[in-house]
């Protein structure tokens, strides 16, 4: 198992390489200085906002969905009386889940296609609507979640 000189590294096109974070405020803020730099994004820059924002759609659901218990079973530190924060767990609406998924795969490159290509045809206003999009479904999903 890791322990806590260990790291994971997510590696996105085999050429960006950060230590992953599961803390919404932190990936906000990188997406939030992306998408405030004047002007139009460069394709580079489109990559990191859209890795980012999925990055974000996983945390989302793991911190506001599942309670921060979505590895319950894969960890074999995790104490046995976290299952009382399955109390807290909230489940989507079918209308947040199809939204959070269609999103998902628009900032997603499909394998055949040419990653050169990805997102040519998004401005940063698109980025920005499915950025909001998910911050909205952020914030629905903690105003149900109990306390």
């Given at each position: ?6 790291s ?66 894969k ?34 490159v ?7 290509n ?27 979640k109990?306390?």
């Open positions: 198992g890791l322990n806590n000189n260990l994971v590294m997510v590696i996105e096109n085999c050429s960006i390489a950060e230590e992953y974070k599961e803390d919404i405020d932190h990936l906000t803020d990188k997406i939030d200085t992306l998408l405030t730099d004047p002007g139009e994004p460069s394709r580079e820059k489109k990559e990191k906002i859209a890795g980012h924002m999925r990055r974000l759609i996983e945390t989302v659901i793991n911190q506001c969905v599942f309670n921060k218990q979505r590895h319950q079973f960890q074999k530190s995790t104490e046995l009386s976290a299952f009382s924060e399955f109390t807290k767990v909230v489940p989507l609406e079918a209308s947040e889940a199809d939204k959070l998924r269609d999103l998902f795969s628009d900032l997603s499909s394998e055949h296609d040419d990653p050169r990805a997102y040519i045809t998004k401005d940063k206003a698109i980025f920005q609507r499915w950025y909001d999009d998910i911050k909205d479904i952020e914030s629905a999903v903690r105003s149900r109990p306390s």
